[in-house]
């Protein structure tokens, strides 16, 4: 009996009407054969659970709520025979696609499973549970439209797979992908339409064609603002015409048509969007693939003692005691929160600014939260003033979301689980820069209390001749008896016995704020006139408020304190170290450039009279009046400087590694421009300590690589947690040397801020994870969407939910990539493929054997058999020295492993077989090769480009059995045939290991003209780590090595963030940094050269 109409047809149609009618008789009769008052009722809420007296509830009941999941036996109501099984199947399929579409998320199987050949039957099983609303007509005509264009061939006579929606996808895909503007794809449409068979059914507009995707997109609020950002037209104040705080108008006028006609209302003065993030949650558990994910990080993500995901954090687990009922559900999800402000016509001016709120999924592998897929845009915030510190007016809605998703919770249904469950969500933290955190924490970030951690206890001095304040101090954090606090003249003039800062918990930060009253608008309502006040008055007036301004750090109450687990955190607001970076990079290259725009000038000397140290920096005032500023240890002569920048110029770094960073070099004004903050990361993470290292007295220089080992310390992706109190300690004493040699000047707030990182990644996890870099990739990615320069908010949403509704089809398609996750490019090489400069050569006798001899050695299949040549080798020799055995082991084996298996009677390994038998004479050779997720060239191909991908690490047994680096670079690359595989070889010119040093400052140099090795040029290409070299600036025959990077996790299924092999050797971990003794050591003025400066 077929029974689809109680899971395929809609409620509303004849169909089911009949069909419910036919069930409740055929019900009513089994009451009646029983004797019974009462009947079961199978829809969805009863189940088959509750007994109902009235035929008629059950009925509609039914109609309204629709049967429950798998009775088409309605062996309850007196129905013996089961249905047909594969019937039965295809149902139960079904029902599960409903419970799905029924909440709102078009499609989880709808498209066909895992492939999307776009399921008709599919689609019109999500049609047919639209919730009986008071707009379903328009939305059961919207989707059936779907479902038409979805069985609509393209044209006719092509193939079943390119209906309409399919090709309108694919197109749209494109589109999105690639940045076209509306006018050159309805171009294309064009063009398409009229190459396509007449009558076809391709759109000839835009508009056209995402009206076919209408109805896959999700719910987007304009919600009005005020335009001084006092209030949101927003629950009460929805109905309202006119601002309550401030009295502007909700609308804008429009200009009146003639002399006397009144002016018309025009649009709304200022607007918000706000894009529901419930919705958007929920629709991530539509898709099967995507709801397994949010389970990651408890039921796939790797649990040791090491840092690599915030779910490793104090912070994480500190939420899991405490709230024990939501984190018992692994698809609860927890939210990182970032927000910036951008220009959307994508130049530098600060006119006009916009500001997208964006949610990062902690739930998420780390290789995918911050991917443009998943990053959440959640609002956009009208510009072109920024919000400021009234950002809480406009983060209302979001904030009554989370409030909602976290005691609530939202019933979803879940495809990978098929089920419903309550899905609750929290944010976790944080992300931006310095000034925004001040925006969103509602803390001063600037004046006497700057440091968002030290609040109060933030130690801060003003300059009176440099008119800024800075931020010293950091004797505090050391022991409490360490000689350094007793010292005077190596800091500033004073002692310091105090402790470090009060760490407040959340519980006491929120009790600091909670008498806070907020006022938010940037024009206050205006009553009447008032008397002009005196200048007198006006002073006082100016005066009182300062002293008000300097008696609290907090600006308001922030709006997340109203998120009932805010104050449960240990990390609210992470500090960006990305800007930390960049800032303290800046200041630093400032200050040894010294190129105008630096910390050290005759106002930075003045300072230090005015605090009595540092006599020999004090200015001088010659014969002529002029005034003479002597060189400080940190100033650099012309010659150095010189030296620094040509080391900077003539650095090759591998594909991928970073921008060219000889670009950046201006021999001709001695100073670094347009430096982006990914340069000032790989410069003071990697670069600087190599390029200083002939430069600058040691102590001095070895303060500098100190500052920039911990920068490539904390930026680790895995972090040993055991380490980071060392790490912390070892920070504070190279900030204290930064106090000895640097001028006050240098300390901006920025450079304060690091002495925090190490507890924010032990409460949150690895910094990189709290960082902006990706959320300002993805910044840039909105710049790009705006098309009409007239409404560039507008163009932004309109191309960000068409991309949504884009990307929720493509992860049904098999074949079809998606926008927001770029296919790497080593994805597929792991391997091994090669790139540039193919050709085949014919191998001659010699190279051919020490190229199969070297592919033999290193295959497990063969390590028995190398073990027992060997042995029949000293067997036969007796008496011979290992050396000779290894030489006529290398002679020999090869023949001896042919003949060896070749008298085995039953080999099962093909693998084996190939071997034995050798490669094919004729080889390919490549001048470029990918393989391991590294980019390799040969020295002549290297010569020709502008990377340097020809260097190359392994690791191997001496003839000692001692295990060694080898250092070299690749000479020619070989792929050799073994019919049923291919096998790649780098033939390399090695660096004799006597020529292998560490030196004193922990970096490995290398003389690359001695070589040694000739007899052994082969290796595995798939055992190599790459590395690359710069000009030792103190011996330019020495080369310094420098591991390069690799991105693999994620790649071809590996998931285990061990495999990320980023800077795998820390720089200048074994850098002295000298305890200065006695105050009287230090010399602060250069004493090598007197290039001081004159004004």
Same mark, same amino acid.
């Given at each position: 009996?077929?029974?689809?109409?109680?899971?395929?047809?809609?409620?509303?149609?004849?169909?089911?009407?009949?069909?419910?009618?036919?069930?409740?008789?055929?019900?009513?009769?089994?009451?009646?054969?029983?004797?019974?008052?009462?009947?079961?009722?199978?829809?969805?809420?009863?189940?088959?659970?509750?007994?109902?007296?009235?035929?008629?509830?059950?009925?509609?009941?039914?109609?309204?709520?629709?049967?429950?999941?798998?009775?088409?036996?309605?062996?309850?109501?007196?129905?013996?025979?089961?249905? #047909?099984?594969?019937?039965?199947?295809?149902?139960?399929?079904?029902?599960?696609?409903?419970?799905?579409?029924?909440?709102?998320?078009?499609?989880?199987?709808?498209?066909? /499973?895992?492939?999307?050949?776009?399921?008709?039957?599919?689609?019109?099983?999500?049609?047919?549970?639209?919730?009986?609303?008071?707009?379903?007509?328009?939305?059961?005509?919207?989707?059936?439209?779907?479902?038409?264009?979805?069985?609509?061939?393209?044209?006719?006579?092509?193939?079943?797979?390119?209906?309409?929606?399919?090709?309108?996808?694919?197109?749209?895909?494109?589109?999105?992908?690639?940045?076209?503007?509306?006018? @050159?794809?309805?171009?294309?449409?064009?063009?398409?339409?009229?190459?396509?068979?007449?009558?076809?059914?391709?759109?000839?507009?835009?508009? +056209?064609?995402?009206?076919?995707?209408?109805?896959?997109?999700?719910?987007?609020?304009?919600?009005?603002?005020?335009?001084?950002?006092?209030?949101?037209?927003?629950?009460?104040?929805? !109905?309202?015409?006119?601002?309550?705080?401030?009295?502007?108008?909700?609308? $804008?006028?429009?200009?009146?048509?003639?002399?006397?006609?009144?002016? $018309?209302?025009?649009?709304?003065?200022?607007?918000?969007?706000?894009?529901?993030?419930?919705?958007?949650?929920?629709?991530?558990?539509?898709?099967?693939?995507?709801?397994?994910?949010?389970?990651?990080?408890?039921?796939?993500?790797?649990?040791?003692?090491?840092?690599?995901?915030?779910? !490793?954090?104090?912070?994480?687990?500190?939420?899991?005691?405490?709230?024990?009922?939501?984190?018992?559900?692994?698809?609860?999800?927890?939210?990182?929160?970032?927000?910036?402000?951008?220009?959307?016509?994508?130049?530098? @001016?600060?006119?006009?600014?916009?500001?997208?709120?964006?949610?990062?999924?902690?739930?998420?592998?780390?290789?995918?939260?911050?991917?443009?897929?998943?990053?959440?845009?959640?609002?956009?915030?009208?510009?072109?003033?920024?919000?400021?510190?009234?950002?809480?007016?406009?983060?209302?809605?979001?904030?009554?979301?989370?409030?909602?998703?976290?005691?609530?919770?939202?019933?979803?249904?879940?495809?990978?689980?098929?089920?419903?469950?309550?899905?609750?969500?929290?944010?976790?933290?944080?992300?931006?820069?310095?000034?925004?955190?001040?925006?969103?924490?509602?803390?001063?970030?600037?004046?006497?209390?700057?440091?968002?951690?030290?609040?109060?206890?933030?130690?801060?001095?003003?300059?009176?001749?440099?008119?800024?304040?800075?931020?010293?101090?950091?004797?505090?954090?050391?022991?409490?008896?360490?000689?350094?606090?007793?010292?005077?003249?190596?800091?500033?003039?004073?002692?310091?016995?105090?402790?470090?800062?009060?760490?407040?918990?959340?519980?006491?930060?929120?009790?600091?704020?909670?008498?806070?009253?907020?006022?938010?608008?940037?024009?206050?309502?205006?009553?009447?006139?008032?008397?002009?006040?005196?200048?007198?008055?006006?002073?006082?007036?100016?005066?009182?408020?300062?002293?008000?301004?300097?008696?609290?750090?907090?600006?308001?109450?922030?709006?997340?304190?109203?998120?009932?687990?805010?104050?449960?955190?240990?990390?609210?607001?992470?500090?960006?170290?990305?800007?930390?970076?960049?800032?303290?990079?800046?200041?630093?290259?400032?200050?040894?450039?010294?190129?105008?725009?630096?910390?050290?000038?005759?106002?930075?000397?003045?300072?230090?009279?005015?605090?009595?140290?540092?006599? +020999?920096?004090?200015?001088?005032?010659?014969?002529?009046?002029?005034?003479?500023?002597?060189?400080?240890?940190?100033?650099?002569? $012309?010659?150095?400087?010189?030296?620094?920048?040509?080391?900077?110029?003539?650095?090759?770094?591998?594909?991928?590694?970073?921008?060219?960073?000889?670009?950046?070099?201006?021999?001709?004004?001695?100073?670094?421009?347009?430096?982006? @903050?990914? #340069?000032?990361?790989?410069?003071?993470?990697?670069?600087?300590? *190599?390029?200083?290292?002939?430069?600058?007295?040691?102590?001095?220089?070895?303060?500098?690589?100190?500052?920039?080992?911990?920068?490539?310390?904390?930026?680790?992706?895995?972090?040993?947690?055991?380490?980071?109190?060392?790490?912390?300690?070892?920070? *504070?004493?190279?900030?204290?040397?930064?106090?000895?040699?640097?001028?006050?000047?240098?300390?901006?707030?920025?450079?304060?801020?690091?002495?925090?990182?190490?507890?924010?990644?032990?409460?949150?996890?690895?910094?990189?994870?709290?960082?902006?870099?990706?959320?300002?990739?993805?910044?840039?990615?909105?710049?790009?969407?705006?098309?009409?320069?007239?409404?560039?908010?507008?163009?932004?949403?309109?191309?960000?939910?068409?991309?949504?509704?884009?990307?929720?089809?493509?992860?049904?398609?098999?074949?079809?990539?998606?926008?927001?996750?770029?296919?790497?490019?080593?994805?597929?090489?792991?391997?091994?493929?090669?790139?540039?400069?193919?050709?085949?050569?014919?191998?001659?006798?010699?190279?051919?054997?020490?190229?199969?001899?070297?592919?033999?050695?290193?295959?497990?299949?063969?390590?028995?058999?190398?073990?027992?040549?060997?042995?029949?080798?000293?067997?036969?020799?007796?008496?011979?020295?290992?050396?000779?055995?290894?030489?006529?082991?290398?002679?020999?084996?090869?023949?001896?492993?042919?003949?060896?298996?070749?008298?085995?009677?039953?080999?099962?390994?093909?693998?084996?077989?190939?071997?034995?038998?050798?490669?094919?004479? @004729?080889?390919?050779?490549?001048?470029?090769?990918?393989?391991?997720?590294?980019?390799?060239?040969?020295?002549?191909?290297?010569?020709?480009?502008?990377?340097?991908?020809?260097?190359?690490?392994?690791?191997?047994?001496?003839?000692?059995?001692?295990?060694?680096?080898?250092?070299?670079?690749?000479?020619?690359?070989?792929?050799?045939?073994?019919?049923?595989?291919?096998?790649?070889?780098?033939?390399?010119?090695?660096?004799?290991?006597?020529?292998?040093?560490?030196?004193?400052? /922990?970096?490995?140099?290398?003389?690359?003209?001695?070589?040694?090795?000739?007899?052994?040029?082969?290796?595995?290409?798939?055992?190599?780590?790459? *590395?690359?070299?710069?000009?030792?600036?103190?011996?330019?025959?020495?080369?310094?090595?420098?591991?390069?990077?690799?991105?693999?996790?994620?790649?071809?299924?590996?998931?285990? +963030? #061990?495999?990320?092999?980023?800077?795998?050797?820390?720089?200048?971990?074994?850098?002295?940094?000298?305890?200065?003794? +006695?105050?009287?050591?230090?010399?602060?003025?250069?004493?090598?050269?007197?290039?001081?400066?004159?004004?």
């Amino acid at each position: 009996m077929d029974r689809r109409w109680m899971y395929y047809a809609h409620r509303s149609s004849t169909e089911y009407r009949e069909g419910v009618t036919e069930f409740v008789t055929f019900a009513d009769n089994d009451r009646k054969s029983r004797m019974s008052m009462h009947m079961l009722c199978p829809c969805r809420d009863c189940k088959n659970e509750q007994m109902i007296e009235d035929k008629d509830e059950v009925h509609a009941h039914l109609i309204m709520n629709g049967f429950m999941k798998k009775y088409t036996c309605w062996t309850k109501h007196g129905e013996q025979e089961a249905p #047909d099984v594969a019937a039965e199947e295809v149902l139960d399929q079904d029902v599960e696609n409903t419970a799905a579409a029924r909440e709102g998320m078009f499609v989880p199987s709808p498209l066909g /499973g895992e492939t999307i050949d776009l399921d008709t039957q599919c689609l019109s099983t999500m049609l047919h549970d639209i919730e009986d609303a008071e707009d379903n007509d328009r939305d059961y005509e919207k989707f059936s439209k779907l479902v038409e264009d979805c069985q609509m061939p393209l044209y006719d006579g092509c193939k079943s797979k390119h209906s309409k929606l399919s090709c309108v996808l694919e197109l749209m895909k494109l589109k999105a992908s690639n940045g076209w503007s509306d006018k @050159s794809f309805t171009e294309l449409l064009e063009l398409l339409k009229d190459l396509l068979p007449e009558g076809n059914n391709l759109p000839q507009t835009t508009y +056209e064609a995402k009206q076919v995707l209408c109805p896959l997109g999700l719910e987007v609020r304009r919600i009005h603002a005020c335009p001084n950002d006092c209030i949101l037209y927003y629950k009460e104040y929805a !109905d309202l015409d006119v601002c309550p705080i401030c009295g502007a108008s909700r609308y $804008k006028r429009a200009k009146s048509e003639g002399e006397g006609s009144k002016s $018309k209302r025009g649009g709304p003065a200022k607007v918000v969007w706000y894009l529901p993030i419930a919705e958007r949650m929920k629709r991530m558990f539509a898709n099967k693939e995507q709801a397994k994910l949010v389970r990651w990080h408890a039921e796939e993500r790797k649990v040791d003692t090491m840092l690599r995901h915030p779910a !490793d954090s104090v912070q994480w687990r500190t939420i899991d005691r405490i709230y024990q009922e939501f984190s018992n559900d692994p698809r609860n999800m927890r939210f990182a929160m970032c927000t910036d402000g951008i220009n959307p016509f994508g130049d530098l @001016s600060s006119r006009h600014s916009t500001w997208p709120v964006l949610l990062v999924n902690y739930n998420l592998p780390p290789w995918l939260c911050f991917k443009r897929k998943y990053i959440m845009l959640a609002m956009l915030i009208q510009g072109p003033r920024q919000p400021g510190n009234d950002i809480d007016v406009f983060l209302e809605p979001i904030i009554d979301d989370f409030e909602r998703l976290w005691n609530e919770g939202t019933r979803t249904w879940d495809a990978y689980a098929q089920e419903y469950f309550n899905l609750h969500a929290m944010l976790f933290c944080t992300i931006n820069d310095y000034p925004a955190l001040g925006n969103l924490s509602g803390q001063t970030v600037k004046g006497k209390w700057a440091c968002s951690e030290c609040m109060e206890e933030t130690r801060s001095k003003w300059l009176k001749h440099s008119h800024k304040t800075v931020y010293m101090g950091h004797r505090r954090f050391l022991p409490r008896y360490h000689p350094y606090r007793n010292m005077r003249k190596n800091f500033n003039g004073h002692r310091d016995t105090a402790g470090p800062p009060t760490e407040l918990t959340g519980t006491e930060v929120h009790n600091l704020v909670m008498g806070i009253t907020n006022e938010f608008g940037k024009k206050r309502k205006v009553g009447k006139r008032k008397e002009k006040s005196t200048s007198k008055e006006k002073t006082e007036e100016h005066v009182e408020k300062q002293k008000t301004k300097e008696r609290s750090m907090w600006k308001k109450k922030s709006i997340f304190w109203r998120l009932p687990y805010w104050k449960d955190l240990e990390v609210r607001h992470c500090i960006d170290l990305m800007h930390v970076e960049k800032n303290v990079c800046e200041s630093l290259m400032g200050l040894l450039l010294n190129p105008g725009t630096t910390k050290d000038g005759l106002n930075a000397r003045r300072d230090l009279e005015d605090m009595g140290v540092r006599s +020999e920096l004090h200015p001088i005032t010659t014969e002529s009046g002029r005034v003479y500023l002597p060189p400080a240890c940190y100033t650099l002569s $012309k010659e150095e400087k010189i030296d620094l920048l040509t080391c900077l110029s003539g650095i090759k770094v591998p594909s991928g590694y970073s921008s060219r960073i000889s670009r950046l070099v201006s021999l001709q004004d001695l100073k670094l421009v347009g430096m982006k @903050s990914h #340069d000032c990361h790989v410069l003071i993470t990697e670069l600087l300590p *190599v390029a200083i290292r002939n430069i600058l007295p040691p102590k001095v220089r070895h303060t500098i690589q100190r500052l920039c080992s911990f920068f490539h310390a904390i930026g680790q992706k895995i972090i040993d947690p055991e380490g980071l109190d060392e790490l912390q300690a070892e920070l *504070v004493r190279t900030l204290c040397h930064l106090e000895m040699y640097f001028p006050p000047t240098f300390f901006d707030i920025m450079e304060h801020l690091p002495v925090h990182l190490v507890r924010q990644t032990k409460c949150c996890g690895p910094a990189f994870m709290t960082q902006m870099y990706p959320c300002e990739r993805y910044l840039g990615i909105l710049k790009g969407y705006v098309r009409n320069r007239s409404h560039p908010e507008g163009s932004i949403i309109e191309s960000y939910t068409t991309e949504e509704a884009i990307e929720f089809c493509v992860d049904y398609m098999s074949e079809t990539s998606s926008i927001g996750l770029p296919r790497s490019h080593h994805e597929g090489r792991l391997d091994g493929v090669g790139t540039v400069g193919r050709k085949t050569i014919r191998l001659d006798r010699k190279v051919y054997d020490k190229a199969h001899f070297t592919v033999l050695q290193h295959m497990t299949e063969v390590v028995p058999y190398v073990d027992e040549h060997l042995a029949v080798i000293r067997h036969e020799n007796p008496g011979r020295s290992e050396s000779w055995v290894r030489n006529k082991h290398m002679s020999s084996f090869n023949e001896w492993l042919k003949n060896r298996i070749a008298r085995l009677q039953n080999l099962s390994s093909e693998t084996l077989q190939c071997l034995s038998q050798g490669p094919e004479w @004729s080889a390919t050779t490549w001048q470029g090769y990918d393989i391991n997720g590294y980019t390799f060239h040969t020295v002549k191909q290297d010569s020709k480009c502008t990377v340097q991908n020809s260097g190359l690490r392994i690791e191997a047994t001496s003839d000692g059995g001692r295990r060694d680096q080898y250092y070299g670079k690749v000479e020619q690359i070989l792929e050799l045939d073994y019919l049923k595989f291919k096998i790649p070889l780098f033939r390399c010119r090695w660096v004799d290991l006597r020529n292998v040093k560490v030196d004193n400052e /922990g970096f490995t140099t290398v003389n690359l003209a001695n070589n040694a090795y000739k007899d052994e040029p082969f290796v595995l290409a798939k055992q190599v780590v790459q *590395v690359f070299y710069i000009v030792d600036p103190c011996n330019k025959k020495l080369h310094v090595v420098r591991e390069g990077k690799r991105r693999i996790v994620g790649l071809d299924n590996i998931a285990d +963030e #061990d495999d990320y092999n980023q800077h795998v050797h820390g720089i200048g971990q074994e850098i002295p940094l000298e305890e200065e003794e +006695e105050e009287d050591e230090v010399q602060y003025a250069r004493v090598d050269h007197e290039e001081g400066l004159f004004l």
